[in-house]
């Protein structure tokens, strides 16, 4: 009987992470709708590069895309730590690059996108 009751908990806890993880995800593409004046979700270069398959990459790797050498010199891998630091603050994480974006400031908001961001593969 207690074995039971331990599994449901489990399983509801299941659940509800992936719901919030849903949610998140899908708050997170709200924001991106800031991005997507420059950004593609897919693997095309607009104003900026192309978005898909961002986490794990390295800096500047976008196929035909030409990038700033501040962003070629970062030696950045794009992951969920750098990616918030860099979306927080552009110009602090890598000095004298190109996207001509301030900032999201909020945490959450950062988070959310990220979240997002790591659908696009
Ligand atoms: C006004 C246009 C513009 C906006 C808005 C913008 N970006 Fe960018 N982004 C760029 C440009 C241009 C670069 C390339 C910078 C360079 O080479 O110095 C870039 C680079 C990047 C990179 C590095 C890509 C790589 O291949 O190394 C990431 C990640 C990124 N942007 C994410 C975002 C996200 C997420 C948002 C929304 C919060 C955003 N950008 C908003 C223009 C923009």
């Known amino acids: 009987m207690k074995g039971g009751v331990f599994i449901a908990v489990l399983v509801l806890t299941g659940v509800t992470t992936n719901l919030s993880y849903a949610q998140d995800a899908e708050h997170g593409q709200t924001i991106f709708k800031a991005c997507a004046a420059c950004h593609a979700t897919d693997h095309a270069n607009r104003v900026g590069p192309g978005l898909e398959g961002i986490i794990g990459r ?16 970062s030696g950045i891998v794009w992951d969920a730590k750098t990616l918030d630091a860099y979306l927080e603050s552009p110009q602090k994480v890598v000095p004298g690059n190109r996207m001509a ?21």
Do not use: E, H, I
Not at 107 to 121: G, I, S
């Open 58 to 73: 390295k800096a500047a790797t976008a196929p035909g895309f030409s990038y700033s050498s501040a962003m070629k010199q």
């Open 101 to 121: 974006y301030t900032g999201l400031k909020n945490p959450t908001d950062r988070t959310d996108l990220v979240t997002y961001l790591a659908t696009l593969k």
